[in-house]
């Protein structure tokens, strides 16, 4: 780890004109993808800007019926909360699949969404990374890939987006509020995070010198048909190879919306509405879901060692449809797939 | 003293003045801003129960008590701290008395070579704190930020269990 500065920020207009100041500041929230990058010198910030103590720690109800999420509740608080709990399981378990207990206390909203890939090559300053180097070449294309993209990638870099809870708040449609010198706005969060095309330093479309202040979800919650269903390598404490989180909402046994999100298959999280219009209106069953499979991964291609990635995500597809269908979530501690 | 000559000329930040209060007793301290809360802990403040295990967060053996909550101390600044109260193993005990948990890792031989120990006493004192895990699986599941080398996981369950009866 480089030497650095530290301030705190005392309000998000001093935040974000600290971070305008100093193009090689960085904002530090739970620091836990943060520091562990900078052990490896992959972030080598001058300043350290710290938000912990800026008053982004909420979770409330708008008049319209949304859920306005500061950026700095912590991911733990968050899945625990009582209107996520009951309107918006999906997110609760997601953030639950994730990281661990500690880990979950320390980790910030905002900081989740803006959490980098865990691509071993990007981690590893001794091997080229267009990601970490723009330009220096992708290491993982003829290297070791077996967590890496299968949908969406580019000749410059198959990293994916390792979040849980990012996959849940796609499928949810939330809305990512940020703050800049400009003022404030508000993102789609499909519009967040960018596939890596030739920019694969750039990971989401948050410019740098403006701040996320709150996480947006609509009052649409699919709190009886949904699921996140994450598979891994062992049972807690990992990041997926594929998550999928589904809300259905159904009318008898016709589906009447649909949401599908996947997780650690792309860039960002994988969500394709022409696969959620082709389930509306069909009737919930085994071959509506195997199609619905088929066409999200109309366009998925293997690299060396992860082509089973992508079986693993049709069938994990069916079995998430078919979970949220039946009403029978997965258990985030009971690990049986049902 | 050459090296000294030029580390000297390397302009370093200055030092942060912080107050922390671990184990009960507020400390005024002068840290560099990067300097880990586990790092502080151990090499400048000589309490070396917290273990540092992985220095990345991916093994628990560091955890502590910060305002209560559980948490990796290798991946929190210590300036990060500042006006918190911290608890790490050596402040679980009141006066001398070994508390529920540390008895029950005990009386279930929970554990072998000792270096997760004190991260997982601490982690569980967080969890019981929580109040989220009711089942043998949820234990399980809430507790697997703390790796056990030496495998001692059923007896660590068995533990908190015990001493979740207790509290
Ligand atoms: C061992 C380990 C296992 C993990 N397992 C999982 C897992 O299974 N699933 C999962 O989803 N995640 C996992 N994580 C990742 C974890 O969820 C993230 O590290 C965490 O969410 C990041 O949040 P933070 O507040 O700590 O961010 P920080 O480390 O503080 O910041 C991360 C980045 O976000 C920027 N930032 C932070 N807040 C803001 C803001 N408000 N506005 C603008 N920029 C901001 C920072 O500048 C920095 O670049 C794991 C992490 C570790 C170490
Ligand atoms: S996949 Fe992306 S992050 Fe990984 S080595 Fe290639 S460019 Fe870097
Ligand atoms: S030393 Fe902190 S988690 Fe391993
Ligand atoms: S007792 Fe040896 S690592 Fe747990």
Redesign the interface.
């Known amino acids: 780890?480089?030497?650095?500065?530290?301030a705190r920020a005392t309000d998000v207009a001093d935040a974000v004109r600290r971070i305008a100041a100093d193009p090689k500041a960085k904002f530090?929230a739970?620091?836990?993808n943060l520091?562990?990058l900078m052990?490896g010198d992959v972030e080598r910030p001058s300043r350290?800007i710290?938000i912990?103590r800026l008053p982004l720690k909420t979770v409330e109800e708008t008049t319209e019926g949304r859920i306005r999420i500061g950026a700095l509740v912590p991911n733990?608080d968050l899945a625990?909360h009582p209107l996520i709990e009951q309107r918006y399981p999906m997110l609760a378990s997601a953030i639950l699949a994730g990281?661990?207990?500690?880990?979950r206390?320390?980790a910030s909203t905002g900081g989740n969404l803006l959490q980098r890939t865990r691509c071993c090559y990007f981690y590893d300053i001794a091997t080229p990374c267009n990601k970490r180097e723009p330009g220096s070449g992708c290491s993982a294309i003829a290297g070791i890939n077996r967590m890496h993209a299968i949908l969406g990638a580019s000749e410059a870099c198959i990293a994916t987006h390792p979040s849980d809870m990012n996959v849940a708040l796609a499928a949810l449609e939330a809305k990512v509020l940020v703050s800049g010198p400009a003022g404030e706005r508000a993102i789609a969060f499909s519009d967040f995070h960018r596939l890596p095309g030739d920019t694969p330093d750039r990971d989401t479309n948050l410019e740098p010198n403006e701040i996320v202040t709150a996480v947006e979800l609509p009052p649409r919650g699919f709190a009886t048909n949904y699921t996140y269903l994450k598979i891994r390598d062992r049972?807690?404490?990992a990041f997926a190879l594929v998550s999928i989180a589904v809300g259905l909402e159904l009318e008898g046994s016709t589906i009447s919306e649909a949401r599908l999100a996947l997780g650690s298959v792309a860039h960002k999280p994988w969500r394709d509405k022409a696969v959620e219009s082709a389930l509306r209106g069909q009737v919930a069953d085994q071959d509506t879901f195997a199609l619905a499979a088929d066409l999200m991964l109309r366009d998925a291609r293997a690299h060396e060692h992860n082509a089973f990635k992508i079986e693993l995500a049709r069938r994990g597809i069916v079995r998430a449809l078919t979970q949220a269908a039946r009403g029978t979530p997965q258990?985030?501690?009971?690990?049986r797939v049902a | 003293m050459a090296r000294e000559t030029a580390r000297s000329t390397i302009p370093t930040p200055g030092r942060i003045p912080v107050t922390i209060t671990i184990n009960g007793a507020p400390a005024q301290l002068r840290i560099a801003p990067w300097t880990t809360l586990l790092d502080l802990l151990r090499d400048h403040l000589d309490l070396t129960g917290t273990k540092k295990g992985c220095d990345h967060g991916q093994c628990g053996a560091c955890t502590v008590l910060v305002d209560g909550r559980r948490i990796n101390s290798c991946l929190t600044l210590a300036v990060m701290t500042d006006g918190a109260t911290v608890t790490t193993i050596e402040g679980i005990a009141a006066d001398g008395t070994l508390q529920a948990l540390q008895q029950a890792f005990i009386d279930h031989d929970a554990f072998q070579c000792g270096y997760c120990t004190p991260g997982q006493i601490c982690s569980a004192a967080g969890l019981i704190a929580e109040g989220k895990a009711k089942s043998v699986d949820e234990i399980r599941e809430l507790m697997s930020g703390n790796i056990c080398r030496c495998g001692a996981y059923p007896n660590i369950v068995a533990a908190i269990q015990q001493a979740m009866g207790r509290s």
Request: aromatic residues 12%.
């Open positions: 780890m480089i030497n650095f500065d530290y530090i739970g620091g836990t520091i562990d052990k350290l710290d912990t733990s625990y990281a661990s207990a500690q880990l206390n320390m049972l807690s404490y258990s985030q501690s009971d690990k």
